[in-house]
């Protein structure tokens, strides 16, 4: 039986108090649509992040939610990358906006997630000509798989540059991934210390990047 | 209380026993590579031999991260042969002891108890520079962990080629879900 956001609870334990606040505020930026597509299997984590996604998506008039399956919706399936559930996937009346979360965005990358969110709903902060030209070269298609914890304050700053990249050029793909969820992962890379870029499943870049070496390091490839 | 961390290694020159001979060392041995300098109370004592066998054991594995480990103790170097000749243990360190009875290093790195002549346990970490970039200093009966150490000379030698834009990672499967903190300045 197909998942319906009713069968999770609406509410998100995570969304508390100032938060809920913070969250409505920079909601209420929105003005275009954004769905959150949520791949999720039988596991806690995934009703964990089901209940977070329907608490989020009820905050504005604009967001909604929808929740899948693997298997159900194979170009989703490839979109989101359903090896690494729970996911969740960005977006707009367009379609897939190329951000992507692994793990529930909790402690320091709610900031990433809100910014995902304004991306998508043409809310967030226009970025200037530099950082656009910038991001314009990136010519290649690109792969950027950002491994966090959720309490690393580097890693929540570039989850955010890269998932902006993501949303200004086509050719990129941004992932947030709750490296703690998922330990072949942390076992292949050898990850001891976050944040960890993987950039097309070969290279991978240690440590915290602003919005320029990032930008910098994508053309190059 | 002033810190150590960023303090630079001041010319010192001390004689050590190396692998079966008597070497002199300066500050310049230190240079162009990581060091451990790994203080201990005295020879011929019970807790140290198993902390300087420790290290012995784990010595490859710095060795193996570009870093040399001395053991320093208020004896001469003299006292370590015979220490080396009078117990297996010793015998098969292969790491350089120095000898420091005038107590130069201890002094210059503040763990000396001059009443007693001999050295805290404490372990500085000097990068290729030659600046300290961690320490621990122990009371006298609380003993180290090399393998710790070795964990924390890999930490430090990956902040120091790739800067300090990193977080270490403790990964704890099962561990709940961190209360979002959302940082509204970029957002807004």
Redesign the interface.
């Known amino acids: 039986m197909p998942l319906q956001p009713e069968h999770y609870p609406a509410k998100s334990p ?2 508390a108090g100032e ?1 809920e606040g ?2 409505n505020q ?1 909601l209420s930026k929105l003005s275009a649509p954004v769905t959150l597509v949520c791949l999720l299997d039988g596991g806690e ?1 995934s009703a ?1 992040m089901a209940a977070f996604v329907n608490h989020v998506a009820g905050l504005s008039p604009l967001l909604s939610c929808k929740f899948l399956s693997p298997g159900e919706d194979p170009a989703v399936d490839a979109a989101l990358d359903a090896s690494l559930l729970p996911a969740t996937g960005v977006y707009t009346e367009a379609g897939f906006a190329r951000m992507v979360f692994h ?9 990433g997630f ?2 995902a969110l ?1 991306n998508a709903g043409n809310a ?2 226009p970025l200037d000509k530099p950082t656009l030209k910038d991001i314009g070269k990136i010519k290649k298609p690109v792969d950027i798989r950002v491994c966090v ?9 570039l989850v ?1 540059s890269a998932q902006r990249v993501a949303w200004e050029n086509p050719l990129v793909t941004a992932h947030m991934i709750d ?2 969820l998922y ?1 072949a992962l ?1 076992k292949q890379y050898q ?5 960890l870029t993987v950039l097309n499943g070969t290279q991978a870049v ?4 602003t919005m320029a070496e990032l930008t910098t390091l994508l053309a190059r490839l | 209380m002033a810190h150590m961390i960023g303090k630079e290694l001041e010319p010192f020159s001390v004689m050590g026993y190396h692998q079966g001979e008597f070497k002199p060392f300066t500050e310049k041995d230190l240079l162009g590579h990581w060091s451990v300098l790994f203080f201990y109370p005295a020879d011929f004592t019970f807790v140290c031999p198993t902390e300087l066998k420790d290290l012995a054991e784990q010595y490859a594995g710095f060795q193996a991260e570009g870093c040399e480990v001395y053991s320093v103790s208020e004896d001469t170097h003299f006292v370590h042969k015979a220490w080396a000749d009078a117990s297996d243990t010793i015998q098969a360190i292969s790491y350089p002891m120095l000898g420091d009875p005038a107590g130069v290093l201890a002094r210059q790195f503040g763990v000396l108890v001059e009443q007693e002549g001999q050295a805290l346990r404490a372990t500085f970490l000097l990068n290729p520079e030659g600046k300290i970039v961690l320490y621990e200093i122990h009371d006298m009966g609380i003993g180290r962990n090399a393998e710790e150490l070795l964990r924390k000379l ?2 430090a030698k ?1 902040v120091h080629e ?2 300090d ?9 099962g ?1 709940e ?8 300045v ?3």
């Open positions: 995570l969304i938060l913070q969250l920079l984590k964990e793990g529930i965005p909790g402690g320091k990358e709610i900031t809100a910014g304004l967030a902060k914890s959720l309490a690393c304050h580097h890693c929540a700053q955010m490296a703690n330990p942390v990850i001891q210390r976050v944040p240690p440590g915290g990047k | 890999q930490a990956f790739h800067g834009q990193v977080c270490p990672a403790h990964w704890h499967p561990e879900t961190l209360t979002p903190s959302l940082d509204l970029g957002l807004l």
